[in-house]
C-alpha cells in the first residue's frame, strides 16, 4: 500500500500525479519532452533507455511500464528490449547505442563517475553532443521517477499483461505534453 | 571542462537548463513550485532537504548552491553544514528531522524509504502533503545532482558565485525571468 492515501485503483506513478497535481503537470511534460520531443535518439531507443535505467534502480513500475511502451516502439524488433535489459545482449543496438548505455548506467549510480573516455567512446560511436546530453537527463530523470514511485511506494501491478496497454498508450500518446 | 558544449558558457545547472528548453521549462516550474509554492514546509527547510540529498550525491555545485541558499533561512552555514552531515543530531524540529532522515535514505537507495521511516515521521507531526513533498524534492535533486555531474557541468569561477545565486534564489526563486544574465 502506498505510503500516502492516493486512490488505490490507479497503478504507479499516475497516482501521484493525480494527488498532487501542481506537480504532476511538469513532471509530465518534462516526460515527454524527454522521450517524445525532438532528439537525435530515436523514441524507441529513449524508451529503452528509460527501461535499462529503471531496472538498474530496481523500479518495477517503471520498469514493467517503459518495457512495455518501449516494445510496442520498436513493432517487429520488440525483442530487443527483453535482449538488453533482461539479458545483457546488446548486437542488435547501434555503435552509437551502445557506447551511450554505459554513460546512462554509470549516471545512475552517480553523475561524477562518468569519464572523459566514456565521452569520447560515445562520439567516436556517432554520438553528437545532443545524444549525450539527452543520454544523461533521461538517466537523471528516470534517477527521480523511480524514486518518487518507490519512496512513496505506489501501486505496482504484479500481471506483465497490466502493462502492454499502458505501454501502447506510453507509446502513441506519449505523456500529456 | 564539461562533456559538452554549453552554448551560454554559464557554469553548473544554469549552463545547462539553457542548452535546452523545452526540458528546463518543466524542470524549472517544477521546482518553484516545489521550493518556493505555498508550502506547510518553509522554504529554508525545503532548501535544507536539497541540501542533504546534494550533499549525499557528493555533488559540489549543487551542495554549495543549496547550503548557502538554506543559510538565508535561519541556520548559519556551519549549522547547514552539520545538518546535513548528521541528520540526527540536527538543531531541527523532529518533524523536518525525520523528513532529512527519509531524504537520505531515498537518496542512498531507490527502496530506502520503509514504512518505518514514514509512521515516526507521521507520529513527528508530518502530514501527507510534507511526506510526498520531502519524497519529490529528493528525488528531484537525485536528478539535478546527475545531470550536473553527468556531463560535468564546469564550477564558478569562486566561491562568491554562490552567494549571488543564493541572492537570487531567496528573492527570485527559480523562475528563468531574463537569462542568459539571471542565474539558476
Known sequence: ?177 | MAHITVPSGLPGITGLLESRLDTSAPIRDLTQFILRGPNTLTEGERELIATIVSAGNACTFCTNAHAATAARYGWTRDEVDAIVWDPTTAPVSDKVRHLLIMARALQRNVQGITADMVVAARKAGATDVEIHDTVLIASLFCLYNRYVDGLASDYPPSMDYYEKLADRLTTNGYERKGLPNASH
Do not use: W
Open chain 1, 1 to 177: 500500500m502506498a505510503h500516502i492515501p492516493v486512490d488505490p485503483a490507479t497503478p504507479g506513478i499516475r497516482s501521484l500525479f493525480n494527488y498532487r497535481p501542481e506537480t504532476g503537470a511538469p513532471l509530465s511534460r518534462l516526460a515527454h519532452a524527454l522521450l517524445h520531443g525532438e532528439s537525435p535518439l530515436t523514441k524507441a531507443e529513449r524508451e529503452l533507455l528509460a527501461t535499462f535505467v529503471s531496472h538498474g534502480n530496481k523500479c518495477t513500475f517503471c520498469t514493467m511500464s517503459h518495457a512495455a511502451a518501449a516494445r510496442h516502439q520498436y513493432g517487429a524488433d520488440a525483442s530487443i528490449v527483453d535482449d538488453v535489459v533482461y539479458h545483457n545482449n546488446t548486437d542488435r543496438l547501434s555503435a552509437k547505442m551502445r557506447a551511450l548505455l554505459p554513460i546512462a548506467e554509470k549516471v545512475r549510480q552517480g553523475g561524477r563517475i562518468v569519464t572523459d573516455a566514456d565521452v569520447q567512446a560515445a562520439r567516436d560511436a556517432g554520438a553528437v553532443d545532443r545524444d549525450i546530453h539527452d543520454t544523461v537527463l533521461i538517466a537523471a530523470a528516470f534517477c527521480m521517477y523511480n524514486r518518487y514511485v518507490d519512496g512513496l511506494a505506489a501501486l505496482t501491478p504484479t500481471d506483465p499483461e497490466a502493462y502492454v496497454p499502458m505501454g501502447k498508450r506510453m507509446a502513441e500518446q506519449g505523456y500529456g505534453g
